[in-house]
């Protein structure tokens, strides 16, 4: 991974000083730049057709104003957010953020009335309790409800089914600097840092890590010697850190691929879904088609990435892009590549595999079948 810069909690409080003295930004003007961003990233990773019920829950700090933020916006991208707000903050700003959220019939959630094990009721936890101010250890209602995060990151430990875990800025419990000293806390499925990672970002080992804060001005830049990544288009985050083990975005439609080898497949995953059928190659026109129904910027990178070809360094696909991006900047139509186009699977089988104790997996196996002059599924348990 190439450099970037890490904060300390002193270098984090003095940015934000700046930003909103003499370089001019409101608190809330840098709380909806955050907020978006956070939506922004899980939007990236977990689509709202499949972790459609998402759950916010919000500290009395500006970090719990971040998540407010987010959860507005994840309504407006399709998500059904739901709001847990224990300690609400009485200032106009997070009173207007609570109003905003009420126009929508967002439902806000009381602490105790949680389930046990936040998975039954909701597809995506968002972490916005505390920001890289705290210290010291989180008190009642906070530290029940860090505990029922943990008990869900447990259980996807053992192979159960959980809800992936979302911390604004920093994972809530941890120490901005050193991370999880007691090594009990929170260990999210994504942390979306904002301005710049802080220093406890380090010990982030969760598969997405991103960072949001495409408003940091050059002077910023420059008196604090931040190594920043580029933002992609026009987008407000973006991915940093180790990429996850399988990576869907890696799996583009380029139809000369390296051979799968099976050493390289992770054991055990958790869970799998296998489709049989045949497979034909969609024509040019239908390619040509959806590559120009891509946002301008995963088009270019289409054309920078040969995907799976050698490349000197990330710095070589950066300069391409940046040279595209310039030349197609008229809005001129960006040409799709010869090598790039798609494949349409027809199926017929669909296998779905959970990983169990003691591997007695589940094994279930839908076929279509006519009955009674109707298609259906015959569902068949297979052995694991």
Not at 127 to 137: L, N, V
Not at 149 to 161: E, I, S, T, W
Not at 250 to 274: G, K, M, T
Not at 341 to 356: A, D, S
């Amino acid at each position: 991974m190439e450099s970037i810069s890490y904060l300390s909690q002193r270098e984090a409080a003095a940015i934000d000083e700046e930003l909103m003295g003499p370089l001019g930004f409101s608190v809330d003007q840098l709380m909806e730049l955050a907020g978006l961003s956070v939506a922004c990233a899980i939007h990236e990773v977990y689509k709202p057709k499949e972790y459609n019920r998402v759950l916010a829950i919000c500290g009395p700090g500006n970090n719990g104003g971040d998540g407010l933020v987010a959860a507005r916006h994840l309504y407006h991208f399709g998500y059904k957010p739901s709001i847990c707000y224990p300690k609400r903050t009485p200032k106009p700003l997070y009173n207007g953020l609570v109003t905003q959220l009420e126009s929508l019939s967002v439902p806000f959630v009381s602490a105790e009335d949680l389930p046990s094990d936040l998975s039954d009721e909701f597809d995506i936890l968002i972490d916005a309790i505390f920001g890289f101010s705290f210290h010291g250890t989180p008190r009642p209602p906070f530290d029940a409800i860090i505990q029922k995060l943990v008990y869900c990151q447990n259980r996807h430990n053992a192979g159960l089914k959980s809800s992936p875990i979302v911390s604004v800025d920093i994972p809530s419990g941890w120490h901005v600097e050193e991370g999880d000293t007691s090594a009990e806390g929170i260990k999210p499925d994504m942390l979306v840092s904002l301005t710049a990672p802080k220093l406890c970002a380090k010990k982030f080992s969760g598969p997405h890590h991103f960072l949001g804060g495409r408003f940091v001005p050059p002077p910023i830049v420059e008196k604090y010697k931040l190594h920043l990544p580029p933002y992609p288009g026009t987008s407000m985050c973006v991915r940093i850190g180790r990429p996850p083990q399988v990576d869907i975005s890696s799996l583009r439609e380029n139809y000369i691929s390296p051979p799968l080898l099976e050493d390289q497949v992770e054991a055990d995953p958790l869970e799998q879904v296998r489709v049989e059928g045949p497979v034909e190659k969609v024509s040019e026109q239908e390619s040509e088609k959806y590559f120009h129904s891509r946002p301008r910027g995963s088009q270019i990178g289409a054309i920078v990435s040969n995907q799976s070809s050698v490349v000197p360094g990330r710095h070589f696909l950066q300069e391409k892009y940046k040279e595209l991006e310039e030349k197609f900047s008229d809005g001129s139509l960006i040409p799709k590549p010869k090598y790039w186009g798609g494949y349409r699977l027809k199926p017929e089988v669909y296998e779905f595999w959970q990983g169990q104790p003691s591997r007695l997996h589940d094994r279930l196996q839908y076929t279509p079948v006519e009955a009674d002059g109707r298609r259906v599924w015959k569902i068949e348990r297979l052995a694991p």
